[in-house]
């Protein structure tokens, strides 16, 4: 989404779109910029992790107890595709669209099979795929589209990666064939149909 949280000498005067400052000892703050208005600043005293907002979040994706095994029990029974799993937050936090296609694309799974007929080692190759990427954006800066900056107020780089966001009807980098565009829970998919078929039996390991 837009907005962002930048490292600022708190002297640094403010602009239209900016709430909340949060000043340390060093004279520098962090400023909270939401354009939008789709977050939050909040204050407890309380386990944050008991906050309504909060209790019902999944893993997270780089946590060492997001595994394979553990995607495929949250996802079992699921008849929902994989990519709208992979991006439900009350299963793991931070998936969002680009870095969910990004991730299928690497693990070689269509983004619309149904959660039901991947494999353990699907689930496994996919997990691999998420921490790789995230981790890959992370070391990048981000992925700024339109108007991401992060913490020192620089772009991120991972966008000149991206192997199939936003790139519909362009070569696949693996194979060449031209991306394919779909929508999926009202988001825009792109994905290779050649490198990424689309599995209906289950597959095992």
């Not at 000498?9 to 789709?38: A, E, G, K």
């Not at 691999?128 to 990427?133: D, L, N, R, T």
């Not at 991401?148 to 966008?159: E, H, L, R, V």
Request: proline share 5%.
């Amino acid at each position: 989404m837009s907005g962002s949280l930048r490292i600022l000498d708190f002297q640094t005067p403010v602009t239209v779109h900016d709430h909340v400052d949060i000043v340390f000892s060093d004279n520098r703050c962090l400023r909270y910029n939401d354009p939008r208005r789709f977050g939050a600043v909040l204050w407890t005293d309380k386990n944050p992790l008991k906050h309504s907002l909060l209790r019902t979040m999944g893993i997270e994706p780089l946590d060492m107890h997001f595994t394979g095994q553990y995607l495929m029990k949250a996802c079992q029974n699921r008849r929902a595709t994989i990519k709208t799993l992979i991006m439900n937050s009350q299963i793991v936090t931070g998936v969002g669209n680009i870095y969910a296609a990004e991730a299928l694309f690497l693990a070689l799974i269509h983004p619309a099979t149904p959660a039901g007929v991947l494999s353990e080692q699907q689930y496994t190759q996919l997990v691999s795929a998420i921490k790789q990427i995230l981790k890959s954006a992370i070391a990048a800066g981000g992925t700024t589209l339109k108007d991401f900056i992060n913490s020192d107020g620089k772009p991120g780089y991972f966008a000149q990666r991206l192997h199939v966001y936003g790139r519909a009807n362009q070569p696949c980098t693996r194979c060449s064939k031209p991306l394919q565009l779909m929508q999926l829970g009202q988001r825009s998919t792109v994905f290779c149909s050649h490198c990424q078929p689309l599995g209906l039996q289950k597959i095992k390991p």
